[in-house]
Protein backbone atom coordinates (compact mmCIF):
# COMPACT_ATOMS: atom_id res chain seq x y z
CA UNK A 1 0.00 0.00 0.00
CA UNK A 2 1.82 2.78 -1.10
CA UNK A 3 2.15 5.56 1.68
CA UNK A 4 2.50 8.80 -0.70
CA UNK A 5 0.57 8.20 -3.57
CA UNK A 6 0.36 11.36 -6.80
CA UNK A 7 -1.44 11.35 -10.09
CA UNK A 8 -0.45 11.23 -12.63
CA UNK A 9 2.67 10.24 -13.15
CA UNK A 10 3.47 11.56 -16.73
CA UNK A 11 1.40 14.57 -17.63
CA UNK A 12 2.15 16.20 -21.46
CA UNK A 13 0.22 19.14 -22.37
CA UNK A 14 0.41 22.15 -24.46
CA UNK A 15 1.16 25.40 -23.14
CA UNK A 16 -1.38 27.65 -21.92
CA UNK A 17 -4.09 24.63 -20.44
CA UNK A 18 -4.61 24.13 -16.69
CA UNK A 19 -4.01 21.16 -15.28
CA UNK A 20 -4.21 19.58 -11.96
CA UNK A 21 -2.17 16.46 -10.11
CA UNK A 22 -3.55 14.95 -7.19
CA UNK A 23 -1.61 13.46 -3.94
CA UNK A 24 -2.81 11.69 -1.13
CA UNK A 25 -1.04 10.20 1.93
CA UNK A 26 -1.83 7.41 4.19
CA UNK A 27 0.82 8.06 6.89
CA UNK A 28 -1.08 9.82 8.96
CA UNK A 29 1.16 12.84 8.53
CA UNK A 30 0.17 16.31 9.53
CA UNK A 31 1.86 17.99 6.97
CA UNK A 32 2.13 17.75 3.31
CA UNK A 33 4.23 19.68 0.71
CA UNK A 34 4.97 20.15 -3.18
CA UNK A 35 8.20 20.37 -4.51
CA UNK A 36 9.81 20.92 -7.96
CA UNK A 37 12.41 19.26 -9.59
CA UNK A 38 14.38 20.95 -12.36
CA UNK A 39 16.29 18.81 -14.81
CA UNK A 40 19.53 19.16 -13.10
CA UNK A 41 17.98 17.79 -10.19
CA UNK A 42 17.24 20.69 -7.96
CA UNK A 43 14.85 20.56 -5.59
CA UNK A 44 13.39 23.39 -4.62
CA UNK A 45 9.76 23.76 -2.45
CA UNK A 46 6.80 25.23 -3.38
CA UNK A 47 3.97 24.89 -0.67
CA UNK A 48 3.70 23.52 2.87
CA UNK A 49 0.31 22.55 4.22
CA UNK A 50 -0.03 21.52 8.01
CA UNK A 51 -3.56 20.40 8.94
CA UNK A 52 -5.08 21.82 5.32
CA UNK A 53 -3.58 25.04 6.47
CA UNK A 54 -1.02 26.90 4.24
CA UNK A 55 2.22 27.43 6.35
CA UNK A 56 5.01 27.73 3.07
CA UNK A 57 4.40 29.62 0.28
CA UNK A 58 7.58 30.14 -1.71
CA UNK A 59 8.28 32.72 -4.45
CA UNK A 60 6.38 30.88 -7.02
CA UNK A 61 3.88 32.33 -9.59
CA UNK A 62 0.39 32.25 -8.79
CA UNK A 63 -0.81 30.25 -11.54
CA UNK A 64 0.08 27.30 -9.43
CA UNK A 65 -2.45 26.94 -6.80
CA UNK A 66 -2.53 24.14 -4.07
CA UNK A 67 -5.36 22.74 -2.44
CA UNK A 68 -6.19 20.61 1.01
CA UNK A 69 -9.44 19.25 0.91
CA UNK A 70 -8.39 17.51 4.34
CA UNK A 71 -5.11 16.74 6.15
CA UNK A 72 -4.35 13.23 3.66
CA UNK A 73 -4.94 15.48 0.40
CA UNK A 74 -2.55 18.40 -1.39
CA UNK A 75 -3.76 19.08 -5.27
CA UNK A 76 -1.90 21.35 -7.16
CA UNK A 77 -3.38 23.12 -10.09
CA UNK A 78 -1.60 25.50 -12.63
CA UNK A 79 -2.98 27.42 -14.69
CA UNK A 80 -1.72 28.97 -18.33
CA UNK A 81 1.24 26.55 -18.51
CA UNK A 82 4.38 27.38 -19.73
CA UNK A 83 7.83 25.76 -20.91
CA UNK A 84 9.37 26.76 -18.04
CA UNK A 85 6.97 24.68 -15.94
CA UNK A 86 8.32 21.52 -17.44
CA UNK A 87 9.78 19.52 -14.51
CA UNK A 88 8.88 16.64 -11.87
CA UNK A 89 7.12 17.24 -9.44
CA UNK A 90 6.93 15.63 -6.04
CA UNK A 91 4.72 15.49 -2.86
CA UNK A 92 6.11 14.86 0.57
CA UNK A 93 4.16 14.54 4.01
CA UNK A 94 5.84 14.55 7.04
CA UNK A 95 4.53 14.48 10.78
CA UNK A 96 5.58 17.79 12.11
CA UNK A 97 9.13 18.63 10.57
CA UNK A 98 10.71 15.23 10.74
CA UNK A 99 11.80 13.17 7.70
CA UNK A 100 9.69 13.62 4.47
CA UNK A 101 8.03 10.60 2.77
CA UNK A 102 8.15 11.56 -0.99
CA UNK A 103 5.92 10.28 -3.69
CA UNK A 104 6.92 9.05 -6.80
CA UNK A 105 6.93 12.15 -8.91
CA UNK A 106 5.07 13.79 -11.72
CA UNK A 107 6.63 14.73 -14.84
CA UNK A 108 5.05 17.56 -16.58
CA UNK A 109 6.35 18.20 -20.26
CA UNK A 110 4.31 21.42 -21.68
CA UNK A 111 5.24 21.35 -25.19
CA UNK B 1 19.72 33.56 2.09
CA UNK B 2 20.31 29.97 3.69
CA UNK B 3 22.15 28.04 1.12
CA UNK B 4 23.06 24.33 1.66
CA UNK B 5 25.24 23.02 -1.24
CA UNK B 6 27.40 19.48 -2.31
CA UNK B 7 30.92 19.75 -2.63
CA UNK B 8 30.88 17.39 -5.62
CA UNK B 9 28.49 16.72 -8.73
CA UNK B 10 29.12 13.57 -9.30
CA UNK B 11 31.43 10.96 -7.48
CA UNK B 12 32.40 7.15 -9.37
CA UNK B 13 33.46 4.09 -7.20
CA UNK B 14 34.60 0.75 -7.58
CA UNK B 15 32.13 -2.11 -5.46
CA UNK B 16 33.46 -2.92 -2.18
CA UNK B 17 34.79 1.11 -1.65
CA UNK B 18 34.06 3.26 0.98
CA UNK B 19 32.10 6.28 -0.21
CA UNK B 20 32.11 9.89 1.01
CA UNK B 21 29.86 12.39 0.25
CA UNK B 22 30.05 16.04 1.82
CA UNK B 23 27.84 18.68 2.25
CA UNK B 24 28.24 22.03 3.51
CA UNK B 25 25.71 24.76 4.89
CA UNK B 26 25.17 28.16 5.56
CA UNK B 27 23.10 29.08 8.53
CA UNK B 28 24.84 28.01 12.27
CA UNK B 29 21.03 28.01 13.95
CA UNK B 30 20.41 24.87 11.30
CA UNK B 31 19.69 21.89 13.97
CA UNK B 32 18.76 19.02 12.35
CA UNK B 33 19.78 17.77 9.01
CA UNK B 34 18.76 14.54 6.82
CA UNK B 35 20.21 12.37 3.69
CA UNK B 36 18.15 11.66 1.05
CA UNK B 37 18.65 8.93 -1.68
CA UNK B 38 17.35 9.58 -5.31
CA UNK B 39 16.84 6.58 -7.53
CA UNK B 40 16.28 7.38 -11.00
CA UNK B 41 12.36 7.50 -12.04
CA UNK B 42 11.50 7.51 -7.75
CA UNK B 43 11.05 9.87 -4.91
CA UNK B 44 13.57 10.83 -2.84
CA UNK B 45 14.09 8.03 0.39
CA UNK B 46 15.23 8.70 3.80
CA UNK B 47 18.49 7.34 4.46
CA UNK B 48 19.74 8.71 7.92
CA UNK B 49 19.35 12.01 9.88
CA UNK B 50 21.46 13.62 12.39
CA UNK B 51 20.49 16.36 15.20
CA UNK B 52 22.78 19.16 16.17
CA UNK B 53 23.97 17.78 19.62
CA UNK B 54 25.19 14.92 17.66
CA UNK B 55 28.69 14.86 16.15
CA UNK B 56 27.88 11.06 14.36
CA UNK B 57 25.07 8.47 13.75
CA UNK B 58 25.64 5.58 12.23
CA UNK B 59 23.11 3.41 10.56
CA UNK B 60 23.25 0.09 8.30
CA UNK B 61 26.38 0.50 6.24
CA UNK B 62 26.40 4.28 6.38
CA UNK B 63 27.41 6.85 8.98
CA UNK B 64 26.66 10.43 8.79
CA UNK B 65 29.23 13.27 10.18
CA UNK B 66 28.08 16.65 11.40
CA UNK B 67 30.91 19.27 12.25
CA UNK B 68 29.25 22.85 13.12
CA UNK B 69 32.35 24.46 13.41
CA UNK B 70 33.08 24.29 9.78
CA UNK B 71 28.82 23.77 9.24
CA UNK B 72 30.00 20.78 6.97
CA UNK B 73 27.98 17.25 7.38
CA UNK B 74 29.41 14.03 5.44
CA UNK B 75 27.51 10.77 4.00
CA UNK B 76 29.28 7.68 4.40
CA UNK B 77 28.88 4.37 2.93
CA UNK B 78 30.95 1.27 3.91
CA UNK B 79 31.34 -1.23 1.20
CA UNK B 80 29.50 0.30 -1.62
CA UNK B 81 27.39 -1.44 -4.13
CA UNK B 82 25.59 -1.47 -7.28
CA UNK B 83 22.58 -1.09 -5.45
CA UNK B 84 24.05 2.38 -4.21
CA UNK B 85 24.07 3.86 -7.22
CA UNK B 86 21.49 7.38 -6.95
CA UNK B 87 21.59 10.76 -6.54
CA UNK B 88 22.11 11.54 -2.64
CA UNK B 89 20.77 15.24 -0.75
CA UNK B 90 21.67 16.37 2.01
CA UNK B 91 18.72 18.87 3.57
CA UNK B 92 18.73 21.20 6.17
CA UNK B 93 15.38 20.61 8.04
CA UNK B 94 14.59 23.95 9.34
CA UNK B 95 14.15 25.84 6.05
CA UNK B 96 13.80 22.27 3.69
CA UNK B 97 16.22 23.48 1.70
CA UNK B 98 17.88 20.95 -0.14
CA UNK B 99 21.22 20.53 -1.66
CA UNK B 100 22.15 20.38 -4.99
CA UNK B 101 22.57 16.02 -5.36
CA UNK B 102 25.38 14.33 -6.31
CA UNK B 103 25.55 11.37 -8.41
CA UNK B 104 27.18 8.55 -7.09
CA UNK B 105 27.94 5.68 -10.13
CA UNK B 106 29.15 2.49 -8.63
CA UNK B 107 30.92 -0.09 -10.87
CA UNK B 108 31.34 -3.40 -10.50
Known amino acids: DTAVSQTPKYLVTQMGNDKSIKCEQN?????MYWYKQDSKKFLKIMFS???????INETVPNRFSPKSPDKAHLNLHINSLELGDSAVYFC??????????FGSGTQLSVL | GESVGLHLPTLSVQEGDNSIINCAYS??????FIWYKQESGKGPQFIID?????DKRQGQRVTVLLNKTVKHLSLQIAATQPGDSAVYFC???????FGKGTTLSVSS
Open chain 1, 27 to 31: LGHDT
Open chain 2, 27 to 32: NSASDY
Open chain 2, 50 to 54: IRSNM
Open chain 2, 91 to 97: AEMGALI
Open chain 1, 49 to 55: YNNKELI
Open chain 1, 92 to 101: ASSQKREKLF
